[in-house]
């Protein structure tokens, strides 16, 4: 397959905020890419770059064969619909049409065509703002395709459809593709996304975190689940081996497996006192992947919730030590460095010698020397330094740097159960992985420090 459109490291700017940060990407005759992110990610502005509508502060756009935007091979279903309201949808389909110099008797003709494919027929003397919003976009959708677009760009096509449209726009997709066409489609919905693509290309923060085809990217961050429905106690499911972290709610239990884990053996591997009524394995789906590596201000939030089920023991031992700073500094606060210093190496620590990540540690309860002792001694390449600054100002100080991260220990630490890690968004998308894999450890580590039965440490992640 040809490369229809090539984008090279292109940057965006609006004042002082870079939205684009050297996106490279192909698009290639025939094939379906998608290009995905959470809202302000930056999809919308590359793809008002491709098509002139502003211009790269830095970068290319080129179209095969072309030195000039090439407006008459291109199809552009844009997010925000422009049609005419006061105008008749063949008046408005043949005059687009026209702009693209395209023949007016075979323009009619396919226009009249696609009208019925969509159920529009004898819609075509009819104003456009007689129409529901969904006749609105199948009508802006023809016109995309009408003039036989070398490449079709589709940002959003499937909003305000019902399921029966939204079907028949993937059956015209596919088709289109089939017959060569290249296709850029930018959608949130991740269930359609998976059905009709072939290449991924994922962007936050206006710099890409994925670019492959769908099945490659899918292997790679794409592992088993296995839900379960049956009473089972939370401590038990999360000892089964090779279990990352577990959900439960209710009943319902669902168990994400670690990378290369073979499910038919796996299964073989479960308790014979498991309670099952129901079970059921597969993969995680494309919005999980999308959720866990793109959405980073979720990673947080998801990562904290991991790290505070992980120090509920803690956490209720503090709460009958409170008045034993001692107690504290030697219980709290070791299995918390052990857990953020194997973290922060796992995220931080490198091959390159050369390199060095600054940890700003702030430090309201008198730790900070023995943090910086245990970091010197771990041969993590770091450079650890103690700071007063606010998150507030932390996170604007992230803003613009891409090897920074924040540890805050302090009393809101102390009354969650939590140690509050804040970081650049280049280093973010790996904290999910990294805290669930070390969740079941750390709670183990604890109930030997503290004593307990596995009992004891039952009832308490639970609880």
């Given at each position: 397959m040809g490369t229809v459109l090539s984008v090279k490291n292109l940057e965006k700017s609006f004042k002082t905020k870079q939205v684009l940060k050297g996106i490279t990407f192909e698009v290639r005759s025939g094939e379906i890419m998608a290009i995905l992110g959470p809202n302000g990610a930056g999809k919308s502005t590359t793809i008002r770059n491709i098509m002139g509508i502003m211009y790269p502060d830095n970068g290319s756009v080129h179209f095969e064969g072309h030195t000039d935007l090439p407006r008459n091979i291109i199809g552009y279903l844009p997010e925000e619909r422009g049609l005419y309201k006061n105008v008749k949808v063949m008046d408005m389909l043949l005059y687009l049409a026209e702009l693209k110099d395209y023949p007016a008797k075979k323009a009619r003709e396919r226009a009249m065509a696609y009208l019925e494919k969509f159920d529009l027929k004898g819609k075509e003397h009819v104003k456009l703002e007689e129409?529901?919003?969904?006749?609105?976009?199948?009508?802006?959708?023809?016109?995309?395709?009408?003039?036989?677009?070398?490449?079709?760009?589709?940002?959003?096509?499937?909003s305000g459809l019902d399921p029966v449209s939204q079907d028949l726009f993937k059956e015209e997709i596919r088709d289109l593709a089939n017959q060569g066409t290249a296709i850029l489609l930018s959608s949130h919905q991740m269930n359609l996304v998976e059905e009709m693509c072939d290449r991924l290309f994922m962007i936050q923060a206006g710099q890409k975190v994925i670019d492959g085809p769908l099945d490659e990217v899918k292997a790679k961050y794409s592992n088993f689940k296995c839900t379960i429905r049956g009473k089972n106690q939370l401590a038990d499911l999360e000892g089964i081996a090779g279990v990352q972290h577990v959900q439960q709610q209710d009943d319902v239990n669902i168990l994400y497996l670690g990378k290369d884990i073979d499910p038919v053996q796996w299964l073989k591997t479960l308790p014979d006192h498991m309670a099952i009524q129901e079970l059921r394995l597969d993969r995680i789906s494309l919005h999980e992947i999308f959720v866990a590596v793109a959405t980073n201000k979720n990673l947080i939030t998801k990562g904290l919730k991991s790290m505070r089920n992980a120090l509920k023991i803690a956490k209720w031992e503090i709460k009958r030590n409170l008045k034993?700073?001692?107690?504290?500094?030697?219980?709290?606060?070791?299995?918390?460095?052990?857990?953020?210093?194997?973290?922060?190496?796992?995220?931080?620590?490198?091959?390159?010698?050369?390199?060095?990540?600054?940890?700003?540690?702030?430090d309201e309860i008198g730790v900070f020397d023995t943090v910086k002792e245990t970091v010197a001694s771990s041969g993590v390449d770091w450079k650890v330094k103690q700071t007063d600054i606010s998150e507030k100002e932390a996170l604007k100080k992230l803003q613009d740097k891409e090897d920074t991260a924040y540890l805050f220990l302090n009393k809101d630490t102390l009354n969650q159960g939590t140690v509050n890690v804040l970081t650049s968004e280049e280093i973010n998308a790996y904290f999910t992985d990294q805290l669930q894999l070390l969740q079941g450890p750390i709670q183990q580590l604890q109930a030997k420090e503290l004593g307990l039965s596995d009992t004891q440490l039952a009832a308490i992640s639970k609880g």
């Amino acid at each position: 397959m040809g490369t229809v459109l090539s984008v090279k490291n292109l940057e965006k700017s609006f004042k002082t905020k870079q939205v684009l940060k050297g996106i490279t990407f192909e698009v290639r005759s025939g094939e379906i890419m998608a290009i995905l992110g959470p809202n302000g990610a930056g999809k919308s502005t590359t793809i008002r770059n491709i098509m002139g509508i502003m211009y790269p502060d830095n970068g290319s756009v080129h179209f095969e064969g072309h030195t000039d935007l090439p407006r008459n091979i291109i199809g552009y279903l844009p997010e925000e619909r422009g049609l005419y309201k006061n105008v008749k949808v063949m008046d408005m389909l043949l005059y687009l049409a026209e702009l693209k110099d395209y023949p007016a008797k075979k323009a009619r003709e396919r226009a009249m065509a696609y009208l019925e494919k969509f159920d529009l027929k004898g819609k075509e003397h009819v104003k456009l703002e007689e129409l529901s919003k969904g006749m609105n976009q199948k009508v802006q959708f023809i016109a995309s395709i009408l003039h036989e677009p070398e490449l079709l760009i589709l940002d959003e096509p499937f909003s305000g459809l019902d399921p029966v449209s939204q079907d028949l726009f993937k059956e015209e997709i596919r088709d289109l593709a089939n017959q060569g066409t290249a296709i850029l489609l930018s959608s949130h919905q991740m269930n359609l996304v998976e059905e009709m693509c072939d290449r991924l290309f994922m962007i936050q923060a206006g710099q890409k975190v994925i670019d492959g085809p769908l099945d490659e990217v899918k292997a790679k961050y794409s592992n088993f689940k296995c839900t379960i429905r049956g009473k089972n106690q939370l401590a038990d499911l999360e000892g089964i081996a090779g279990v990352q972290h577990v959900q439960q709610q209710d009943d319902v239990n669902i168990l994400y497996l670690g990378k290369d884990i073979d499910p038919v053996q796996w299964l073989k591997t479960l308790p014979d006192h498991m309670a099952i009524q129901e079970l059921r394995l597969d993969r995680i789906s494309l919005h999980e992947i999308f959720v866990a590596v793109a959405t980073n201000k979720n990673l947080i939030t998801k990562g904290l919730k991991s790290m505070r089920n992980a120090l509920k023991i803690a956490k209720w031992e503090i709460k009958r030590n409170l008045k034993n700073k001692s107690f504290l500094i030697g219980l709290f606060i070791t299995p918390i460095m052990i857990f953020g210093f194997m973290l922060l190496g796992s995220i931080f620590g490198g091959d390159d010698e050369d390199t060095g990540t600054n940890v700003y540690i702030h430090d309201e309860i008198g730790v900070f020397d023995t943090v910086k002792e245990t970091v010197a001694s771990s041969g993590v390449d770091w450079k650890v330094k103690q700071t007063d600054i606010s998150e507030k100002e932390a996170l604007k100080k992230l803003q613009d740097k891409e090897d920074t991260a924040y540890l805050f220990l302090n009393k809101d630490t102390l009354n969650q159960g939590t140690v509050n890690v804040l970081t650049s968004e280049e280093i973010n998308a790996y904290f999910t992985d990294q805290l669930q894999l070390l969740q079941g450890p750390i709670q183990q580590l604890q109930a030997k420090e503290l004593g307990l039965s596995d009992t004891q440490l039952a009832a308490i992640s639970k609880g």
